[in-house]
């Protein structure tokens, strides 16, 4: 087989906003690479358009008729110039049909191959490829012809086989949506039901499977790295066990229950996943890590992670400058027993939401004053800064906080530290959630999985104080916004919305067209 051809990258689109959008900006920066923005209406002073070198709008606040639009995303492509595409993750990032238009159209994507991604995105159709590849996977049936349950008895069936308690899985799912867990046959009809139509409504596609439902697991993931060369390699774990309603909470690196024996073997069977999918690119598998010590496929990610800097923290990598290196045809930048050498210390990171501290539930509103931690190895990836809108239309995340340590008590107590000196004003965050779980005597430990946050009520329980400052805070905010209205960035801009481009240039070394 010939050598692929390294195709240097000059100017890439990326397809997402917030701060996944922020983070590949950076470092095209550093690789010299110019970035160009999408923006919806609402995002129009969004802070990954204030940074982007170029900058176009792409259509009304929904998703689904502007950054879910493909055609609009090429056209922009064009428009622009770009040459390549970095997707982030969510949004288009493991769409196939999006891959495969990228690359009629001779654009470039920062990302896996559309059969990788087919293959991958489909539970059931991912199970059979990582059974064939020898991976140990959790017992579980797809229905008569492996293509999911249609009706309720042969579902029914299944799960008797298995042995309740069971799960019950969208086949095109994520995220947790589509899932249910049942615990006996009574409740079984409803929950199936209800999971098809969830997920439905989420994925356009109601395919179910159902899966022996393992209790008290770890959920721990590796990073794995492909070229087009044929090289793979894995970057160690992360553990993502915090986890609320099947929604990761922290996430850490290493795991507090894997050995370098464990990774290693954890660590060759992502590998075996990636080569039978023939990957290339940024994926992440991902296990359910029993007491014992046993380890089940639970799926793949064809795409970067939201948590992905807990890895670059204790390797010293930029991911997705490797990324962009092995979308331009070039081999992965280190081998293994290189990326094995350079395992050093442990980071945290906590998803800081624009959340109801009570309800859990989006907070959308104008941040009035934002004082974000810093200091030694505390890494912030924020798309906020004072007089931005935290939009009702999107994921409310806010930012991601990092820390990192010589060992795990170092890296805790640096992230409780930087947790008390964030402040946000205007909206509710779930900073103090976090701050009771970083105190909770399990996760101190290090002995926790999947269920910490709904077996022990005081992680979801503001305490007195907490409610007290939450009261004020909020009484203030109105306060603010009352006598002085928010405060917002502006930003020189040339056209308007119908079509026409919106153009920056912060850098003296590039002016537009």
């Keep these: 087989m010939a050598a692929p051809i390294e195709r240097p990258i000059r100017r890439v689109l990326i397809a997402n906003r917030g701060e996944i959008a922020i983070r590949v900006i950076r470092t095209l920066r550093e690789l010299g690479i110019e970035s160009v923005a999408v923006f919806s209406d609402v995002d129009r002073k969004a802070a990954h358009v204030l940074l982007a070198d170029m900058a176009l709008p792409i259509g009304p606040a929904i998703a689904a008729e502007s950054y879910l639009v493909i055609d609009k995303i090429i056209a ?79 579902a029914l069936e299944a799960a008797n086989r298995i042995g309740f308690p069971v799960l019950i899985k969208a086949a095109a799912g994520g995220g947790g949506k589509g899932m249910r867990l049942v615990n006996e046959v009574e409740t079984f009809e409803a929950s199936f039901s209800a999971a098809k139509r969830e997920a439905l409504s989420s994925f356009g596609d109601d395919t179910v499977y159902v899966e022996k439902a393992i209790i008290g697991p770890r959920h721990v993931e590796i990073q794995v ?115 094995n050498a350079r395992h050093r210390g442990a980071a945290l990171e906590c998803r800081i939401y624009a959340e109801d501290p009570i309800r859990f539930l989006p907070s959308p509103g104008t941040i009035t004053t934002l004082r974000t931690p810093a200091g030694p190895y505390v890494r912030d990836d924020s798309c906020a800064y004072e007089g931005v809108e935290i939009s009702v239309y999107y994921d409310p995340l806010v930012s ?85 209205g928010p405060r917002s960035l502006e930003t020189s801009e040339i056209g308007g919305q119908g079509g026409t481009s919106s153009w920056r240039a912060p850098m003296p070394t590039w002016r537009g067209r």
């Design 76 to 154: 922009a492509c064009k428009e622009s110039g770009a040459d390549a595409v970095h997707p982030g993750y969510g949004f288009l990032s493991e769409n196939d049909v999006f891959a495969e238009r990228l690359e009629a159209e001779g654009i470039t994507l920062i990302g896996p191959p559309a059969a990788a991604m087919r293959l991958m995105g489909s539970k059931t159709e991912a199970r059979k490829a990582v059974i064939a590849a020898g991976l140990p996977v959790v017992p579980g049936e797809s229905g008569p012809n492996g293509n999911g349950f249609d009706d309720v008895p042969s």
């Design 225 to 339: 790295f492909a070229d087009k060369h044929g090289n793979v390699v894995h970057l160690g774990e992360r553990d993502c066990s915090v986890q609320r309603r099947h929604q990761k909470v922290v996430e850490e690196s290493p795991s507090p229950a894997v050995s370098e024996e464990l990774r290693q073997r954890m660590g060759a069977s992502a590998i075996q996943a990636a080569r039978c999918c023939n990957y290339v690119g940024a994926g992440t598998v991902e296990f359910l890590l029993t007491t014992s010590g046993e380890y089940y496929f639970l799926e793949m990610n064809t795409r970067l992670q939201v948590e992905h800097p807990v890895t670059e923290m204790v390797y010293g990598v930029d991911l997705v400058a490797w990324q962009v290196a092995v979308a331009e045809g070039k081999p992965v930048p280190l081998t293994q027993n290189e990326i």
């Design 400 to 484: 991601k906080l990092i820390t990192w340590g010589d060992n795990r008590a170092q890296a805790l107590a640096r992230m409780r530290r930087a947790l008390a000196e964030y402040r946000v004003v205007g909206i509710e965050t779930n900073i103090a959630f976090h701050q009771r779980i970083l105190s909770h005597e399990g996760f101190v430990a290090g002995e926790y999985d999947t269920g910490i946050i709904e077996r022990d009520e005081s992680l979801t329980t503001p305490t007195v104080a907490e409610g007290a400052e939450l009261d004020a805070g909020i009484a203030i905010s109105a306060l603010r916004n009352q006598l002085s």
